[in-house]
């Protein structure tokens, strides 16, 4: 899935020095929260799209960009104020799914996305006294059996 970036970014990706910074801008919902948890992995809070992102330290780790997987992200987030894991624990058990979105923009222009990453669900929480990691993933409908069900003499005993 190629990606169109800006020249100005590519300039600053390739360039020995650049005044440029480059923000992950993560935003985990779920439904029976008060509203949104919205981090940015900066010293710093971000206003992007007229939404403020908190500054808390986190680290994320890419999907390949290959046709033939779904895209998997692996978040780290540091566990000193333990506010998000009261926020997973309360939804401990629960039948719908946290959700997450994730963006990737610079300095030059907080509102425009180089990278977006919309509706991953949250997967494989584990945390300790320093560190929550999780998974986004993309609900793998690609992978589903298609018909769900198949005429087999197990399921329709009738027909054979």
Do not use: C, K
Not at 52 to 60: C, D, H, Q
Not at 110 to 128: E, H, K, Q, R, W
């Amino acid at each position: 899935m190629a990606r169109t970036v800006a020249t100005t970014v590519i300039a600053a990706f390739n360039a020995q020095t650049t005044t440029q910074a480059f923000y992950a801008l993560l935003e985990i919902t779920h439904p029976s929260w008060a509203g949104p948890v919205r981090l940015v992995n900066n010293t710093e809070d971000v206003v992007s799209n007229a939404l403020t992102f908190t500054a808390f330290p986190f680290s994320v780790v890419l999907p390949t960009d290959d046709e033939g997987s779904a895209p998997r992200l692996r978040v780290s987030v540091a566990n000193t104020t333990r506010i998000i894991v009261a926020e997973m624990r309360a939804v401990a058990g629960s039948r719908t799914r946290v959700t997450a979105s994730l963006s990737i923009v610079s300095t030059i222009d907080a509102d425009t996305a180089i990278a977006d990453f919309p509706d991953f669900d949250l997967v494989n929480v584990s945390y300790n006294a320093d560190v929550m990691t999780f998974d986004l993933v993309v609900d793998p409908f690609m992978t589903e059996a298609f018909p769900a069900l198949s005429f087999a003499p197990s399921l329709t005993p009738g027909i054979f």
